[in-house]
């Protein structure tokens, strides 16, 4: 029998699962059977699976044109650049590009370039242990996590991880090398631990004050994930640069680099062939409009507020098992008491046909589509307690 997978490059470990259809927070297998998506494919299907909204504006897009380059005007990367700074509050500049790790790329050449204007050349990243920002070069430099380091040495020069944000102070009054600081608000991979609010705005007053640009990859937080348009918001801070991506066109690959300095590149500086193209921009600019009145409606903090009754429910229910709940809106995480297998977890909520994710070594990370129905969250969580209560854990 052929080995499924045989000609892909081994470089996931996969479940066994495989979708083939999917309606609001349900995804289909092909033995047709319901799962209830609480990962949405790793924070990105953000307006579900199957959205006729988002569907028909791809389909017109598709029909009508998909790609120019950058050589030339595009319509729709203007009037999405225009949307996200209104949506952010402040006047933001975009450059598109078609991932995560792709956009914080760019928010690093853009640190070295701006570092490189006055008369010290400043040129290092300054970012918080446990951040992770992709798996480019540059954005695994920035990664401040060993484990995902190891066999690709030497990584870039230049990045200085800090354990936490009081570290920083320190850090920049030892090296006048430092030209920026990148960080998470709410630590996606690393255990979805959101930072304090309070440290949060000293950090960046103090960046303000020794011209050191404050980075924010939102990545996995911004587009509404925390229930504000951005985390940023939530934390009342203007970045000099926001990331962002995953849920930013519903599942159409799509990054984009936002920064408040008007004159951060100049042409030739940087680019990319498809970034920022007719058709994911189209497929963001419907999708910004499908969260923005899901967001206006009060029904993305009604449905944030259910959520989260039901895993403090969950958490109550199973007290030996989860330590507390970490995160933000519908970016939420169960940090592990120490004696659990995080992946039995994962792995009971497949069988028991509700998707999850992990976050660190100990976190279960939930992040639902943020138009998940109240039936689909009450369905889902009750499979989730069935998963857990099959373990027989003591
Ligand atoms: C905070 C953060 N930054 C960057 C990335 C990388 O994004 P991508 O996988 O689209 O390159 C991720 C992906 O998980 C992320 O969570």
Same mark, same amino acid.
């Given at each position: 029998?052929?080995?499924?997978?045989?000609? /892909?490059?081994?470089?996931?470990?996969? =479940?066994?699962?495989?979708?083939?259809?999917?309606?609001?927070?349900?995804?289909?297998?092909?033995?047709?059977?319901?799962?209830?998506? =609480?990962?949405?494919?790793?924070?990105?299907?953000?307006?579900?699976?199957?959205?006729?909204?988002?569907?028909?504006?791809? =389909?017109?897009?598709?029909?009508?044109?998909?790609?120019?380059?950058?050589?030339?005007?595009?319509?729709?990367?203007?009037?999405?650049? +225009?949307?996200?700074?209104?949506?952010?509050?402040?006047?933001?500049?975009?450059?598109?590009?078609?991932?995560?790790?792709?956009?914080?790329?760019?928010?690093?050449?853009?640190?070295?370039?701006?570092?490189?204007?006055?008369?010290?050349?400043?040129?290092?990243?300054?970012?918080?242990?446990?951040?992770? !920002?992709?798996?480019?070069?540059?954005?695994?430099?920035?990664?401040?996590?060993?484990?995902?380091?190891?066999?690709? +040495?030497?990584?870039?020069?230049?990045?200085?991880?800090?354990?936490?944000?009081?570290?920083?102070?320190?850090? *920049?009054?030892?090296?006048?090398?430092?030209?920026?600081?990148?960080?998470?608000?709410?630590?996606?991979?690393?255990?979805?631990?959101?930072?304090?609010?309070?440290?949060?705005?000293?950090?960046?007053?103090?960046?303000?004050?020794?011209?050191?640009?404050?980075?924010?990859?939102?990545?996995?937080?911004?587009? =509404?994930?925390?229930?504000?348009?951005?985390?940023?918001?939530?934390?009342? *801070?203007?970045?000099?640069?926001?990331?962002? &991506?995953?849920?930013?066109?519903?599942? *159409? #690959? *799509?990054?984009?680099?936002?920064?408040?300095?008007?004159? &951060?590149?100049?042409?030739?500086? !940087?680019?990319?062939?498809?970034?920022?193209?007719?058709?994911?921009?189209?497929?963001?600019?419907?999708?910004?409009?499908?969260?923005?009145? +899901?967001?206006?409606?009060?029904?993305?903090?009604?449905?944030?507020?259910?959520?989260?009754?039901?895993?403090?429910?969950?958490?109550?229910?199973?007290?030996?098992?989860?330590?507390?709940?970490?995160?933000?809106?519908?970016?939420?995480?169960? #940090?592990?008491?120490?004696?659990?297998?995080?992946?039995?977890?994962?792995?009971?909520?497949?069988?028991?046909?509700?998707?999850? /994710?992990?976050?660190?070594?100990?976190?279960?990370?939930?992040?639902?589509?943020?138009?998940?129905?109240?039936?689909?969250?009450?369905?889902?969580?009750?499979?989730?307690?069935?998963?857990?209560?099959? /373990?027989?854990?003591?």
């Amino acid at each position: 029998m052929k080995k499924r997978g045989e000609y /892909l490059l081994n470089n996931y470990s996969r =479940f066994e699962e495989s979708f083939v259809y999917g309606e609001g927070a349900i995804l289909y297998s092909e033995d047709r059977k319901d799962y209830i998506d =609480f990962g949405s494919g790793i924070g990105v299907s953000s307006v579900g699976h199957g959205s006729k909204g988002l569907s028909r504006a791809i =389909f017109d897009q598709a029909s009508n044109l998909i790609h120019t380059s950058n050589l030339y005007h595009i319509k729709n990367q203007e009037e999405l650049a +225009e949307k996200l700074s209104n949506l952010a509050g402040f006047k933001l500049y975009s450059f598109f590009a078609n991932s995560g790790a792709e956009a914080n790329e760019s928010a690093i050449k853009l640190a070295r370039k701006y570092g490189s204007r006055g008369s010290t050349k400043r040129w290092k990243i300054i970012t918080l242990d446990n951040s992770f !920002h992709g798996r480019t070069y540059g954005s695994l430099s920035a990664t401040a996590q060993s484990s995902f380091h190891k066999g690709f +040495e030497p990584i870039l020069d230049g990045f200085v991880y800090a354990k936490t944000l009081n570290d920083i102070q320190n850090i *920049i009054d030892n090296d006048n090398e430092i030209v920026a600081v990148l960080i998470e608000l709410v630590r996606g991979e690393g255990g979805v631990q959101a930072l304090d609010i309070n440290e949060v705005q000293t950090l960046a007053k103090l960046l303000k004050s020794r011209d050191i640009l404050l980075m924010v990859d939102e990545v996995q937080s911004g587009v =509404f994930r925390t229930g504000k348009f951005l985390a940023s918001n939530l934390y009342g *801070i203007e970045p000099d640069v926001i990331t962002l &991506a995953k849920g930013l066109a519903g599942g *159409i #690959p *799509i990054g984009a680099m936002l920064t408040k300095i008007p004159d &951060a590149f100049v042409p030739g500086d !940087h680019g990319s062939t498809f970034g920022g193209n007719p058709f994911s921009t189209a497929a963001s600019l419907k999708t910004l409009e499908i969260l923005l009145d +899901e967001y206006k409606s009060g029904r993305l903090a009604k449905r944030i507020d259910f959520f989260n009754s039901k895993l403090d429910e969950l958490v109550r229910e199973y007290p030996h098992v989860f330590k507390s709940i970490s995160g933000i809106g519908l970016m939420r995480g169960l #940090p592990l008491d120490s004696k659990i297998d995080l992946m039995s977890i994962v792995k009971s909520a497949n069988n028991e046909r509700v998707l999850t /994710l992990k976050s660190g070594n100990n976190t279960l990370r939930l992040l639902p589509p943020l138009t998940i129905s109240e039936k689909e969250i009450e369905t889902g969580f009750q499979r989730l307690s069935q998963a857990i209560a099959l /373990l027989n854990i003591c």
